[in-house]
């Protein structure tokens, strides 16, 4: 199962709506383990880890065991079930991670394989299964993506200088570390005034990991994005999503969407900006799982308020910047952390910086819901 859920995070913010399963088709002997086939969800979602692990065992699956990382589906979508091609492999044995909480599946992929005497075991590595699926659990639990965000901050506590682009808090290590990130989200989201000063691209740029750079998506209520902006003239190689409100003009709405972003217009809330919860629940409805938010401070402060963020990277890096400096948080890093039910869980160190990981550990307990309980 170690071994599944390695291969199920290789499809990572690769399989657009559909769930990065990884699948191991084994047999036990005498004389040890065999591994006969290895899959994971392909990109854009198809084929399932367990198709792609059965075509590589071909006969031998007969009489075997499936070790996969989500309880197989049972339902018809855009291919049949992954249940019934274990039936028609005459697996033996299905050993699950986790339980599938869509309601299309919910434990008939399991009652499936047992009416026709398959054994059947589940919660094995559940723990671990529970994070890595994380994404399409939130979204079909909650209705909304799972919400990593991630802010590098300075020794004094600052993100940059005000109105002055891509100010360097931290170095290579952590860039390349970002990239890693991005390349496991399906989305990344930024909000406008970082669009503004940054002008960045949002792509992932290391070696081997070029196809992989996620949708990129603005939180822009007035449609400020300018037209010859990167992520603009990009748009239709690398997909741009706009939330914007009714303030945008319609000749430059119209000139954006012929640029090839895709444009989601909000009644604007309160303060005049796009309503978050909204924006996240449209964004599930757009298959997004995970949704990385590189935050300015702005960004980052509006989502703790809501208590939205479910993980947060924050990159400490080894220098400083000045006292006029743009503050990262309002408040303390523990005291921000905390009031938005967060708690710091590992660190890591980056070359001359290091990254702290904190979690939201009700978010964990959201995403929880046993169809066969």
């Given at each position: 199962?170690?071994?599944?859920?390695?291969?199920?995070?290789?499809?990572?913010?690769?399989?657009?709506?559909?769930?990065?399963?990884?699948?191991?088709?084994?047999?036990?002997?005498?004389?040890?383990?065999?591994?006969?086939?290895?899959?994971?969800?392909?990109?854009?979602?198809?084929?399932?880890?367990?198709?792609?692990?059965?075509?590589?065992?071909?006969?031998?699956?007969?009489?075997?065991?499936?070790?996969?990382?989500?309880?197989?589906?049972?339902?018809?979508?855009?291919?049949?079930?992954?249940?019934?091609?274990?039936?028609?492999?005459?697996?033996?044995?299905?050993?699950?991670?986790?339980?599938?909480?869509?309601?299309?599946?919910?434990?008939?992929?399991?009652?499936?394989?047992?009416?026709?005497?398959?054994?059947?075991?589940?919660?094995?590595?559940?723990?671990?299964?529970?994070?890595?699926?994380?994404?399409?659990?939130?979204?079909?639990?909650?209705?909304?993506?799972?919400?990593?965000?991630?802010?590098?901050?300075?020794?004094?506590?600052?993100?940059?200088?005000?109105?002055?682009?891509?100010?360097?808090?931290?170095?290579?290590?952590?860039?390349?570390?970002?990239?890693?990130?991005?390349?496991?989200?399906?989305?990344?989201?930024?909000?406008?005034?970082?669009?503004?000063?940054?002008?960045?691209?949002?792509?992932?740029?290391?070696?081997?990991?070029?196809?992989?750079?996620?949708?990129?998506v603005i939180l822009d209520s007035a449609g400020s994005l300018a037209l010859d902006?990167?992520?603009?003239?990009?748009?239709?190689?690398?997909?741009?999503?706009?939330?914007?409100?009714?303030?945008?003009?319609?000749?430059?709405?119209?000139?954006?969407?012929?640029?090839?972003?895709?444009?989601?217009?909000?009644?604007?809330?309160?303060?005049?900006?796009?309503?978050?919860?909204?924006?996240?629940?449209?964004?599930?409805?757009?298959?997004?799982?995970?949704?990385?938010?590189?935050?300015?401070?702005?960004?980052?402060?509006?989502?703790?308020?809501?208590?939205?963020?479910?993980?947060?990277?924050?990159?400490?890096?080894?220098?400083?910047?000045?006292?006029?400096?743009?503050?990262?948080?309002?408040?303390?890093?523990?005291?921000?952390?905390?009031?938005?039910?967060?708690?710091?869980?590992?660190?890591?160190?980056?070359?001359?910086?290091?990254?702290?990981?904190?979690?939201?550990?009700?978010?964990?307990?959201?995403?929880?819901?046993?169809?066969?309980?």
């Open positions: 199962m170690a071994l599944a859920l390695r291969l199920g995070r290789r499809g990572q913010g690769n399989t657009a709506e559909n769930p990065a399963v990884g699948c191991v088709i084994a047999r036990h002997g005498s004389d040890g383990t065999t591994i006969l086939g290895r899959g994971w969800t392909q990109a854009g979602g198809r084929p399932h880890a367990e198709r792609v692990a059965l075509a590589e065992a071909g006969h031998a699956a007969q009489g075997a065991t499936a070790y996969v990382t989500l309880e197989p589906c049972s339902h018809h979508g855009k291919s049949p079930p992954c249940a019934s091609a274990l039936i028609e492999a005459g697996i033996a044995r299905v050993v699950a991670a986790h339980p599938d909480p869509d309601p299309r599946v919910a434990g008939r992929g399991f009652s499936m394989l047992q009416r026709v005497g398959i054994k059947t075991q589940c919660g094995l590595l559940e723990h671990r299964a529970h994070r890595d699926l994380s994404g399409f659990l939130s979204r079909t639990v909650r209705g909304r993506p799972w919400v990593q965000a991630k802010m590098a901050v300075s020794q004094d506590g600052k993100i940059g200088l005000t109105n002055v682009a891509n100010h360097p808090i931290t170095g290579k290590v952590a860039k390349n570390k970002t990239y890693a990130l991005r390349a496991q989200a399906d989305a990344i989201l930024i909000g406008s005034h970082t669009a503004l000063i940054d002008d960045p691209s949002l792509t992932v740029r290391s070696a081997g990991l070029e196809g992989r750079s996620p949708i990129r902006s990167q992520l603009v003239k990009s748009a239709h190689k690398v997909p741009v999503w706009l939330l914007t409100t009714g303030r945008i003009a319609t000749e430059k709405a119209l000139l954006l969407e012929e640029a090839g972003c895709r444009l989601f217009l909000f009644k604007a809330d309160e303060t005049g900006h796009v309503p978050l919860h909204e924006a996240l629940e449209t964004l599930a409805g757009q298959g997004i799982n995970t949704l990385f938010a590189e935050c300015g401070a702005a960004l980052a402060q509006a989502l703790l308020s809501a208590k939205l963020i479910d993980e947060f990277f924050l990159y400490r890096g080894a220098g400083t910047v000045s006292p006029e400096g743009i503050p990262a948080f309002k408040q303390s890093v523990s005291d921000s952390m905390q009031q938005a039910g967060l708690t710091r869980e590992r660190q890591e160190s980056l070359g001359k910086d290091h990254m702290e990981v904190y979690i939201r550990p009700q978010s964990l307990t959201e995403l929880y819901e046993d169809p066969t309980e």
